[in-house]
């Protein structure tokens, strides 16, 4: 196979490290099905299913919440072949030590992904599984950073010599770092909120209990209880019986979620009142962290007022997860402007012979 360099971007490896973060997609959206329907432990043996070999296991047998576990390691597997072929065709077609190095990390992440899922259901581990969903997230932004890094878009931005837009591009920056740290506490949130089955804690919105606070002593989760079993013959509330750490686990997810807004919409703000020279792209996923933005706040309100049915909740889960990705990307994007721009600036350039750093240097900061 042709080896390539830095010298243009590897299209080959690009195809194939896509089609891997696209399979991340639906596996995350597998693993958040199987946690709304309580379906984490249905089957108890791993890397077994039920005493067969995973890839052996009747289909007549995939019933209930078994349907859902098995599913989610079965695409479980499928990502982590895609992520062996990436592997191969990057140390194949590749000359960038670090594209190779980084392609391996990532076929590790997997693995140690697919071994934390198999110890929650060995070990019969509630946190190992808060973990598992947590590291989901972001391996799949290390994915997509690895796609990201083998666009012509990224090799531009590394080689363009034009000095325009430098304090911008670090204002992006800023607000992207801000909006990934922000994202991701929210994502560990809400896991932590699911496993502890805290997601009706509050059954109604924007109000918590009809009141502007939730509550907060024993007389008040006493009234909020009765007015749950109330409502039982009404709808249906999971669970009927709520503890005032619920509570405040599904407050706490719920408040986050403006912080969450106002952040977002500041680095969208902030991109797109800017006119940067190529911009087109960082732009476009700006327009695209607007569109996931108002998916995620709605999914989220209707989980509640709906009773968290388990396709809106699980979306809920996926689109988060879009919306870590797409603010992940913009951030890092913005870093590798900045980080050349500076290189390049007359105040840092030590002569006028000096070359710029190699594309895809940001990886080994």
């Not at 209990?209 to 939730?214: E, V």
């Not at 509570?247 to 940067?276: N, S």
Request: positive net charge.
């Amino acid at each position: 196979m042709e080896t390539r360099g830095i010298d243009r971007p590897n299209r080959i490896l690009f195809a194939w490290l896509f089609v891997t973060v696209l399979a991340m997609f639906p596996l995350i959206f597998l693993g958040g099905m199987t946690t709304t329907k309580n379906a984490g432990m249905s089957v108890p043996d791993w890397p077994n299913s039920w005493g067969y070999n995973m890839f052996t296991f009747p289909m007549s047998k995939w019933v209930g919440g078994i349907f859902w576990e098995h599913t989610h390691r079965l695409m479980g597997t499928v990502v982590g072949l895609l992520s062996i072929i990436s592997m191969f065709v990057a140390f194949r077609t590749d000359a960038r030590k670090w594209v190779r190095r980084a392609t391996a990390g990532l076929l590790l992440c997997v693995i140690m992904q697919g071994v934390l899922g198999g110890l929650r259901v060995v070990l019969v581990n509630l946190d190992l599984a808060i973990i598992h969903g947590c590291f989901a997230q972001a391996v799949l932004c290390f994915g997509g950073f690895l796609v990201l890094a083998n666009t012509g878009w990224w090799h531009a931005l590394w080689t363009d010599r034009s000095l325009q837009g430098v304090t911008e591009w670090r204002r992006i920056r800023l607000a992207g770092v801000i909006a990934v740290a922000c994202i991701y506490c929210q994502l560990v949130a809400g896991a932590v909120m699911r496993h502890d089955k805290a997601g009706l804690a509050i059954p109604d919105w924007p109000l918590h209990y009809g009141q502007i606070l939730p509550p907060m002593t024993t007389a008040d989760l006493a009234a909020a209880n009765a007015q749950r079993i109330a409502d039982t013959g009404k709808v249906a509330l999971d669970p009927i019986q709520v503890t005032l750490t619920q509570v405040w686990m599904h407050a706490i997810h719920r408040t986050w979620a403006y912080v969450v807004t106002a952040v977002c919409l500041w680095l969208i703000f902030e991109v797109w009142r800017r006119r940067l020279t190529l911009g087109r792209p960082i732009r476009t996923m700006a327009a695209f962290l607007m569109v996931f933005l108002i998916t995620q706040l709605s999914l989220g309100v209707l989980t509640v007022l709906w009773r968290k049915p388990a396709d809106i909740a699980t979306l809920h889960v996926a689109t988060g997860a879009l919306c870590l990705l797409t603010t992940f990307l913009i951030a890092v994007a913005a870093a590798a402007r900045t980080a050349a721009l500076a290189a390049t600036s007359p105040e840092t350039t030590p002569a006028p012979s000096a070359t710029l750093p190699e594309t895809g240097r940001l990886a080994t900061l």
